[in-house]
Structures are given as structure tokens and as C-alpha cells.
């Protein structure tokens, strides 16, 4: 099985890219894990959006559609998702309902240096990726609040609670997305 994971996070040290590289350790051996990095990804522009695409925006497009699930860490920017998150998703989207991102099995993860965790990030998000036809992992929201307190320095995971509960519904979200690949 291939997964892949974005961060909505552009940032170098962002807590929501440390989270992915966790969920890739809690994945282990039982499916490949490959990042794609939005940073690349040009803003929405329906004239660019033709038969030939900015060359990111195709890598996004492929990526996700070899991949049998895809797992999103996001910040929570203003009580919603970053913008760039929804630029990538926007390209991805098209052509409407039959995308790449269609019956695509998604995972959503959030981590915020709030109490909330990326809460109402998650709900947009879903909001979202509803519009756009993709199953999203039916399961109370995976939400990583006071971040800041449970990474190390070098990006680790260090909080033992919400490694074990990663680790478990990691485990649950493969399980889910090999049945529906199956
Ligand atoms: C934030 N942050 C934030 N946090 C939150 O819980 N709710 C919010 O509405 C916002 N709003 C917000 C807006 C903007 C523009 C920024 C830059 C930040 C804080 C944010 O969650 C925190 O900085 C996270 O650490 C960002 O995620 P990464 O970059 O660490 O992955």
C-alpha cells in the first residue's frame, strides 16, 4: 500500500509537518509513506488549469492518485485551514467530481499550539473534501492541542499518550483503507 501525507504547514519546524513524520514511524513497514510538499504550488488560476498544468500542480495530481490513501496534517489558521492547503486542494479538485481526490480513503490529523488542537480547521476541512467526493476516516477528530509541549527539539514526538493514540488509529485508518482498496 502507498500513502501519501501533506502538511498544510509550509514552515520548516511546523508541528503539523512533525506530526506527519510521526503517523509515517506509526505506519512503519505496513505501507510505503511519501510527502508532498505544497510549498511549490502556484495560486488557483483557471487559465493554467488546461490540459498542460504547472508542473507542481501534475506532481500533486499524480501523487495522489497513485497513492491507496492520503493522510493531511493541518494548522488551524483564523479558525479554518491554511489557504495554501486549500489552493492544493482546489487544483486537485478538478475536473469537479471526478477527480483524483474521488473515493480517495483521507485521514485527517491536526496539531495546534492551542487548547483547541486544529479543531475547527478539521471541520472546514471535512467541509471540504466532502465537496470534492473523498471519504474521510470516520473517527473523532485526531487533534494534537499545546503542541508546542509534546515535540522535542528536533521535531520528535515525545508525549507518549498521543503516540500510543497515533499509533492506534493509524493502525485502524490502514486497516480501513486496505478494505476499500480490496
Ligand atoms: C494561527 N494559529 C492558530 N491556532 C489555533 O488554534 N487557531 C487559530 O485560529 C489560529 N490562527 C492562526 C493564524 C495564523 C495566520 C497563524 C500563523 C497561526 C496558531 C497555529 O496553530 C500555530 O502557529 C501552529 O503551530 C501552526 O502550525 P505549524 O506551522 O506548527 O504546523
Redesign the pocket.
Known amino acids: 500500500m502507498k500513502i501519501l501525507g501533506i502538511?498544510?504547514?509550509l514552515?520548516k519546524?511546523?508541528?503539523?509537518?512533525h506530526l506527519l513524520e510521526a503517523a509515517r514511524e506509526a505506519i512503519g513497514s505496513a505501507a510505503t509513506f511519501a510527502t508532498f510538499d505544497i510549498g511549490g504550488i502556484p495560486h488557483y488560476h483557471g487559465d493554467q488549469d488546461g490540459e498542460e498544468k504547472p508542473p507542481s500542480v501534475q506532481k500533486l495530481k499524480d501523487d495522489i492518485a497513485s497513492a491507496d490513501g492520503v493522510v493531511i496534517?493541518t494548522?488551524?489558521?483564523?479558525?479554518?485551514l491554511p489557504g495554501v492547503l486549500k489552493n492544493a486542494i482546489d487544483w486537485a479538485s478538478r475536473p469537479a467530481f471526478k477527480s483524483v481526490l474521488k473515493d480517495k480513503p483521507i485521514i485527517v490529523l491536526s496539531?495546534?499550539?492551542?487548547a483547541?488542537?486544529?479543531a475547527?480547521?478539521q471541520v472546514h476541512l471535512r467541509d471540504i473534501l466532502a465537496g470534492v467526493l473523498a471519504p474521510v476516516f470516520a473517527a473523532p477528530d485526531f487533534l494534537v492541542p499545546t503542541?508546542?509541549n509534546k515535540f522535542d527539539d528536533d521535531g520528535k514526538l515525545t508525549d507518549t499518550p498521543t503516540q500510543e493514540m497515533l499509533q492506534k488509529r493509524m493502525d485502524s485508518y490502514l486497516e480501513w483503507v486496505r478494505r476499500l482498496s480490496s
Open positions: 502538511s498544510g504547514s514552515r519546524a511546523s508541528y503539523n509537518t496534517a494548522p488551524e489558521y483564523n479558525y479554518s496539531a495546534s499550539m492551542s483547541t488542537g486544529g475547527r480547521a503542541a508546542q
